[in-house]
């Protein structure tokens, strides 16, 4: 089984190499990048790691491409340590899946 860290470094291979984080406008992709509706993002793929044994250490990693073709991840923890603000992103972009 894969840890974050082997997920992470396996969606820098595939070509996701920006790093995602939900704001009250979008989302935003990091550094000095754009802010995106959700609307121009798709999910591609998801990985849950769960290890068992402190589930605050469980999270899925998100692989997302932008409209513009920016790739990159979004990290959700799992369960009851999800920000509302991102689980809500999330659920949206499922939707549209």
Not at 24 to 40: A, C, H, L, M, N
Not at 43 to 70: K, R
């Amino acid at each position: 089984m894969m840890n974050l860290s082997d997920l992470q470094d396996s969606a820098i291979e595939r070509g996701f190499t920006h790093t995602f984080i939900c704001t009250d406008s979008g989302v935003k992709r990091d550094g000095d990048g754009p802010v995106y509706p959700v609307t121009d993002l798709k999910i591609v793929n998801s990985n849950s790691v769960d290890v068992g044994t402190d589930p605050g250490d469980d999270a899925t990693l998100y692989l997302i491409e932008a409209t513009d073709g920016s790739k990159g991840t979004l990290i959700v923890p799992t369960g009851f340590y999800t920000d509302p603000a991102m689980a809500k992103v999330i659920d949206q972009l499922l939707q549209r899946h």
